[in-house]
């Protein structure tokens, strides 16, 4: 299984960007594809972006098209997420995820226990 650590969260004010990695140990990770799924207090974990693995084919959430950019880099065993424009509703812990085959990234949800998942980083936005 593919181990996951998020880090690039932060305190921002609206408006401005930051840049999200998660580094990945274990072999799968490079021929696998892998997403990002965020979480606000007392709401539903959602996601964000998903990217295939080759990073040929990346699909976004409606809320943040335009304004992230999911990339990866499979010789250094890292996705990203840029984050830029950046909303007080974009506030919400982030979390990268692994291993899951296409079509369930590509149907905006993804299991909790599907997979492999990072602790987790949180992101503010202040206005």
């Known amino acids: 299984q593919v181990q996951l650590v998020e880090s690039g969260g932060g305190l921002v004010q609206a408006g401005g960007s930051l840049r999200l990695s998660c580094a990945a140990s274990?072999?799968?990770?490079?021929?696998?594809?892998a997403g990002w799924f965020r979480q606000a207090p007392g709401k539903e974990r959602e996601f964000v972006a998903a990217i295939s693995w080759s990073g040929g084919v990346t699909r976004y959430s409606d809320s943040v098209k335009g304004r992230f950019i999911i990339s990866r880099d499979n010789a250094k065993n890292t996705m990203y997420l840029q984050m830029n424009s950046l909303k007080p509703e974009d506030t919400a812990v982030y979390y990268c995820?692994?291993?899951?085959?296409?079509?369930?990234?590509?149907?905006?949800?993804?299991?909790?226990?599907?997979?492999?998942w990072g602790q987790g980083t949180q992101v503010t936005v202040s206005s």
């Open positions: 995820s692994a291993d899951v085959p296409w079509r369930y990234y590509a149907s905006g949800y993804v299991s909790p226990t599907q997979g492999s």
């Open positions: 274990g072999r799968t990770f490079s021929s696998n594809a």
